[in-house]
């Protein structure tokens, strides 16, 4: 295994391993004039230059700042077709949830969807997954959940690791249950205990399985039904909650353990308790509350008191159309009210630990090396930058997938 010195790092910052959660998501390492080896895909040794040990190869990064590479743990990058006409209806007054009740909206792109192939969807995947790792991610989420049928799931999910394979970087797949049919909803949510989750599980297509519980989507008792199945198949589970109205959701997550509870942009105080004295991880969307005009999740409060919060882009075409996982932490700071410190936190370390993941997110030694060079000398450029990358290097199992010339 070849080792590599990493030098020409003007500061080296990173949370602590591990989820943090309340204050200590504010608390980094930080160290001037530093240095960090790579051996293999893994990081073995971190510290000040003048301490480093010697190494087979050596490269200078140019006098700028790394952070470990972000993690988007909220996407839904396969898709087929636009809501452009939506956006329109939108801007005009049109509420979001009213599309989707008039059979539009989410609706609309699991019509472009179910009538994609496979190739197609995963060709549309690949350069949203490329963009998002250019603005610094290095490990993306990517949900299913605009099959109009459990054939068009399954594909999305295949699509989904057609992309994977052709991608430098990890991806990993959670299967959404997204929007009941219009008739029948018992017996969906019956088939995706007894069918569809137990051939996702037995066929590997994805490691967790995710539920809008919302008014227009799946109920408090549907929702249990489905974190349930997940459990007894040995899937993670997870839930987009309280996007419109608090219905139980964020009260069941943490109940049944999940990963994470997602959106919670109507959580009020009760939500923010119980998420508070749970390990479940509270994540924010701050592309939806720009794109959609909807309030803020209580990030702010979430922290403090004392949850863990994690900030994911939510690409997908409705209500989030960013393409930008750096974007998405300088959104978490503007308009969540995040400090820069606790907005790198939440990409990274929190990221992870909201899609299980515990070998990523912090610059210490075992953890995978990936890791992002800054543009600046200062790495507070990552939350302050808008609209250009502040972001030079990406660095994915200690290789360059991206490297501009200084
Ligand atoms: O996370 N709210 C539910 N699902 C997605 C939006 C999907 C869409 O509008 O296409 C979300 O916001
Ligand atoms: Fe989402």
Redesign the pocket.
């Known amino acids: 295994m070849t080792d590599t010195l990493y030098t020409g790092i003007s500061l080296l910052v990173t949370p602590h391993p591990g989820p943090q959660r309340g204050r200590a998501m504010r608390e980094l390492t930080v160290l001037e004039d530093a240095a960090l080896l790579v051996s293999g895909e893994r990081i073995r040794w971190v510290g000040h230059r003048a301490d480093a040990p010697g190494a087979a190869n050596e490269r200078d990064l140019g006098g700028v700042a790394v952070v470990p590479g972000l993690v988007d743990p909220?996407t839904?990058a396969v898709?087929a077709g636009d809501?452009l006409a939506?956006f329109e209806a939108r801007v005009e007054g049109v509420p979001?949830e009213t599309l989707?009740a008039r059979g539009g909206?989410?609706r609309s792109?699991m019509r472009a969807t179910a009538a994609a192939s496979e190739e197609e969807l995963a060709r549309l995947a690949l350069p949203r997954l490329e963009a998002l790792q250019h603005s610094g991610a290095t490990t993306i989420e990517v949900?299913s959940?605009?099959g109009l049928d459990f054939d068009a799931e399954l594909r999305m999910l295949q699509a989904a690791y057609f992309a994977e394979t052709e991608f430098v970087g990890d991806v990993v797949r959670t299967l959404?249950v997204?929007?009941p049919p219009t008739e029948g909803r018992a017996e969906y949510v019956r088939a995706v205990c007894e069918e569809l989750i137990p051939e996702v599980a037995e066929d590997n297509l994805a490691q967790a399985v995710d539920v809008?519980c919302?008014k227009e989507?799946f109920s408090v008792a549907e929702t249990r039904a489905i974190l349930e199945a997940a459990r007894v198949y040995g899937l993670a589970t997870k839930l987009?909650a309280d996007?419109?109205h608090a219905i139980g959701g964020t009260e069941l997550a943490c109940e049944v353990g999940a990963l994470s509870v997602?959106?919670l942009e109507a959580s009020g105080p009760a939500q923010i308790a119980a998420l508070a004295a749970s390990s479940t991880v509270a994540t924010v969307?701050p592309g939806?509350t720009l794109h959609?005009g909807l309030p803020t999740a209580p990030a702010r409060a979430l922290v403090d008191a004392g949850a863990c919060v994690a900030v994911g882009t939510?690409l997908?075409?409705?209500?989030?159309p960013v393409f930008s996982s750096q974007l998405a932490l300088a959104l978490a700071v503007r308009l969540c009210g995040l400090t820069p410190a606790e907005a790198l936190t939440a990409c990274t370390v929190n990221a992870a630990a909201a899609l299980g993941l515990s070998d990523r997110g912090a610059l210490v030694p075992g953890a995978r090396a990936d890791f992002l060079a800054l543009h600046s000398a200062d790495w507070r450029d990552l939350a302050y930058t808008l609209g250009v990358s502040p972001v030079r290097g990406v660095y994915v199992g200690g290789q360059p997938v991206k490297e501009t010339p200084l």
């Open positions: 909220h839904h898709w809501r939506d979001y989707l909206g989410i792109t949900k959940g605009y959404l997204h929007v809008f919302e989507a987009h996007q419109f997602d959106h969307l939806v959609l939510d997908n075409p409705g209500s989030s």
